[in-house]
């Protein structure tokens, strides 16, 4: 079964903690002094937040989390069907957990990672840089590696 994952960069962790633990009714499955994830069944989301050098504020990125080896050849076969480029990371660790990844980024630069965890790790994890996107993309000290630039989309709500 496959599962949605939201990761928001944050400017306070204990504040948003305390925040999505009362919206959640539930406090955070992973909690760190940097880095907070709920896995919340209904609706069946990854939510997950962080602070300091890992995000920007706002939403950083969403995914799609899978449970085995089939779904992520499947989710990845989707990937490279959208005609898009695709950045196949491979086996990396990033936001306490050992992963599967693939990233990939919309018309208008909304950055998706894909994965399966394989377990924890006992470090965020240092991995690329999420690089040059259109500004609708947050950048990003780990998780996401570079990805191709996507058209700068026209300022609007500035």
């Known amino acids: 079964m ?12 204990d504040t948003s903690v305390a925040f999505y633990s009362t919206l ?13 994830k709920w896995m919340i069944e209904d609706p ?17 990125h969403l995914g799609i989390q899978v449970e085995d080896a089939d779904e992520l050849v499947e989710v990845y076969g989707r990937l490279k069907a959208a ?6 990371e491979g086996a990396t660790t990033c936001c306490y957990a050992r992963s599967d ?5 919309d018309p208008d630069g909304v950055v998706w990672e894909t994965f ?20 609708s993309a947050a950048e990003s000290q780990c998780c996401a590696p570079a990805m191709p630039a996507a ?6 709500c500035r």
């Open 151 to 156: 058209p700068t989309p026209v300022a609007c």
């Open 116 to 135: 399966l965890t394989h377990g924890a790790a006992t470090v965020y994890g240092d991995g690329p840089a999420l690089g040059a996107l259109s500004q």
């Open 83 to 88: 005609d898009r480029p695709v950045l196949e």
């Open 24 to 36: 959640f009714g539930a406090p955070p499955s992973v909690l760190r002094s940097d880095y907070a």
């Open 2 to 13: 496959k599962r949605l994952h939201v990761h928001v960069g944050v400017e306070t962790l």
């Open 101 to 105: 990844k693939s990233w990939i980024a």
């Open 44 to 60: 069946r989301v990854n939510f997950a937040i962080s602070s300091g050098n890992h995000a920007a504020n706002g939403v950083e």
